[in-house]
């Protein structure tokens, strides 16, 4: 299924409204992926993460796992120069993905069912309980 520019902007409008920051303050200096803690088991860095918003690939995000591993511990929220909040940005993508769920209940994916590390799973018990 193609996507346009204008779902993308709806996508993107959605998660800025959610999260409160505004994706387009990054300036991409990659601080915010030399200090996270999951990125070894990211399929894509958290700052790349903001640029596929930036440049209206907001349905390609939606499918990333990077999303649901973020730990929200917001190391990446004090390292930035710009104060972009990612923490609140991956918790608007996930709220969005939740709320376009036909279902009262979203089972974690797959890739949150594997082991890892305890940050992670404490992350993914709250990002999954109600």
Sequence with gaps: MRVTLKQNNEILRKIEEIS???????????KCSAGC?????????????????????????????????????????ARCPKGVNLA???EGVRATILRQSNSDQVAPPEMVKKPLPQIALISAMRKFTC
């Excluded at 409160?20 to 990659?30: I, P, R, T």
């Design 20 to 30: 409160g920051e505004n994706v387009f303050a990054c300036y991409q200096c990659g």
């Design 37 to 77: 803690p999951m990125v070894a088991e990211m399929d894509l860095l958290p700052n790349q993460i903001i640029r596929f918003l930036q440049i209206g690939a907001g349905e390609a995000v939606l499918e990333k796992r990077t999303i649901w591993l973020c730990a929200s511990c917001f190391t990446c929220a």
């Design 88 to 90: 609140k940005l991956m």
